[in-house]
């Protein structure tokens, strides 16, 4: 007897991947090897109208977009890059399960060119699932490039779907792939795998049995073939199934003596699949000029080289820094001015409203001051700096960075992924931890989370710019001192990976004791970046959406640390009395009492640290009316500031523990309060020994001078 697909406990399970979606929209998955091109088409495809977000119950997330062809409404859905659906990871579980129980109506398989024998292994795995597959061939001009031809017409033979050759980036061959996906009105006749007699009578007994208790509409060849390949989450599907059915589990132990009886026949259909691809592969590839120079290899051997790669990596890392710190010092002094000059016209307008001082206090020189704060100093570094970064992403260094520092995390006893994660946590630490969903094994990456913060984030940049000006940049000519705040700033992000692999070895060798897995990583293509594209990513997506989140949190926090300042106890403000409280500790550390508070008070987010340290020390209790950095100097040498206590900020700045928000992302990543208490914990005692050791060395050799 077959069961309804509405009655079906192996399809209600999966109910969480069928999408939601307006009436009459047609439903595409977009599939594909990491690095194809899959996101580039993507975001050519939906433009703005698109959305993120995690899939129920999962920690893998997905982007879905809608786009109008012809007279027809699409949602597009953006599967994670992955290799295989043969569910080793949760990517591949999620790309699996969505194709096979999120039924859409089409799945494009993006391709890449340069590779095709590697990409074509996914495309008859997914083939095995649906009938609906069409191919985007994308990076066909880069094939060109090397000397690669294709066959198009053989490979659409070979493979019985449709193959469009594409340049996503460029939108080349895109109307040919959307006329194809319209005018898609009936199921495909694709060229399936034909496996080993063997491993086909196999098939055909497994699929007797399910016929008694599934309908055709399941794909039953394919839930044999999963179970054949002993995939345990389908087994635990069917296990369910049956049972909430009011079927004894029998089925499932017929199954298994019938696949016990064919030793390592599971491995026959994997090695079937890869030579199907390769045998296609070399059927519809040539390659016409062997001579043509690889400038990839090339540009590879000295950007991954163990003697270029590093020093490239690290003065690269130090123009940036130059760039932004240059760059952001007029318009950040601009801004400044500007949002002080209406200051003063906000306090005309509260003076001839005669609104009370304590509400004049709280809004503008608490919440207003503070944001401008933010905003001057935030926006024109931000502005700058991840325009450059994701340039080198866009180009395809990044992968680079981390094949560079793979070695030294394995040496860790993490995963060599954590390094693209830990890039993550230059914009955003909160990002990072979330970045480090690409990580399959649990434990490594529950490591790559707690180290994440260790990585200067994009609130604490202006802190370890600022200080590395005052401080450092000062020890020399004035022509010269930016060239040396730039080369401190990158020396704070060397200490920060130092620290990440010191206490990623200390976490694997004691409470996260492992042995690290190994990984593939693949080095993209170089790219010519689209400037465009590059603007509209990190100017909205990342430093509209790093400040906006300043902003929120600035608002309650400049509010509060106004009330902190002006209520006062026995004639001493509570932030003051606070500070004195914490003076004696933080004199320990190089640091002082109104430091200590500035971070306790910064916890919502790193960006206010700075803006609450000033306004704890203006006797007024209100911030500093910020002109410039000189401005900024005067104010914590008559602090009573020295060159330690700089130093140490920078460095607690670095270590300590992580914001408000990264903690709650961390929360939510390891589904408990251990793991972001923990983190706390670490990461606060790493940075109070740091700087305490700090000082205490410093005061020794000052003692000599």
Known sequence: MGLSHESSGLALIKDEYIVEKEVNHTVIALAGNPNTGKSTLFNYLTGLKQHTGNWPGKTVANARGTFHYGDEDFLLVDLPGTYSIFANSQEEEIARDFICFGKPEI??????????????????????????????????????????????????????????????????????????????????????????????NTIYEIENILSTYLNKSQNIRWISLRLIDGDENIKKELKTFLIEHGFTDEPLNKIENIIKKHENIDDSIVTTIYENAEKISNEVVTIEDNRKVNWDKKLDDILTSKITGYPIMIILLGLIFWITIVGANYPSELLAKAFFSFEDKLTYLFTKWDVADWLYGILVLGVYRTLAWVISVMLPPMAIFFPLFTLLEDLGYLPRVAFNLDNSFRKSGTHGKQALTMSMGFGCNAAGVIACRIIDSPRERLIAIITNNFVPCNGRFPIIIAMSTIFIGRLVNKKYSSILAAISVVSVVIIGILFTLFISKFLSKTFLKGVPSSFTLELPPYRRPQIGPILIRSLIDRTLFVLSRAIIVAIPAGAITWIFANITIGGISILNRTANLLNPFGTLLGLDGHILMAFILGLPANEIVLPVLIMSYMSEGAMLEFENIETLKNLLLNNGWTFITGLNFMIFSLLHFPCGTTLLTIKKETGGRKWPAFTFLLTTVVAVLATFIINIVGKFIYSFI
Do not use: C
């Not at 590779?115 to 996914?122: C, T």
């Not at 095995?128 to 090397?146: C, H, M, P, W």
């Open 107 to 200: 799945t494009i398989v993006v391709v890449d060119s340069t590779s095709l024998e590697r990409n074509l292994n996914l495309v008859l795995q997914i083939m095995e699932i649906t009938d609906n597959v069409v191919v985007s061939l994308n990076l066909i001009d880069e094939a060109k490039r090397k000397g690669i031809k294709i066959d198009v017409e053989k490979l659409e033979k070979e493979l019985g779907i449709p193959v469009i050759p594409t340049v996503a980036r460029d939108g080349i061959g895109v109307e040919k792939l959307l006329n194809t996906i319209h005018n898609a009105k009936h199921s495909y006749s694709p060229n399936k795998v034909k496996y080993s007699s063997e491993v086909e």
